[in-house]
Nanobody, 124 residues
């Protein structure tokens, strides 16, 4: 029903920058909150940053001041600008969307979508 396609991951040296993108497509009625999560080997998936439809943002303490999440509602796309990257930022980054989808019912249905993940590797 809904697809999230991430891009922008890669290998970067410590102190460098990367920008991740996530585009949503499909039978979308309305997108509420979107966000980025990450999962490092042997660790649980954790929230990195999120942004509401009204552009309110929330960041993990570990990335505050280094990352900026933004959103283009016209394109159903969010971005994560990451600066001053550290080796501990190495993880698979996943895009997430909390949204309403068009359905055969007389009202939209709630749906939680995940992207396939993009690898970010920060070398020391």
């Amino acid at each position: 029903q809904v697809q999230l396609v991430e891009s922008g991951g890669g290998l970067v040296q410590a102190g460098g920058s990367l920008t991740l993108s996530c585009a949503a497509s499909g039978s979308i009625y309305r997108i509420n909150t979107m966000g980025w999560y990450r999962q490092a080997p042997g660790k649980q998936r954790e929230l990195v940053a999120s942004i509401t439809a009204g552009y309110s943002t929330n960041y993990a303490d570990s990335v505050k001041g280094r990352c900026t999440i933004s959103r283009d509602n016209a394109k159903n796309t969010i971005y994560l600008q990451m600066n001053s990257l550290k080796p501990e930022d190495t993880a698979v980054y996943y895009c997430n969307a909390d949204l309403l989808v068009q359905s055969t019912a007389p009202y939209p249905a709630k749906y939680l979508a995940w992207g396939q993940g993009t690898q970010v590797t920060v070398s020391s």
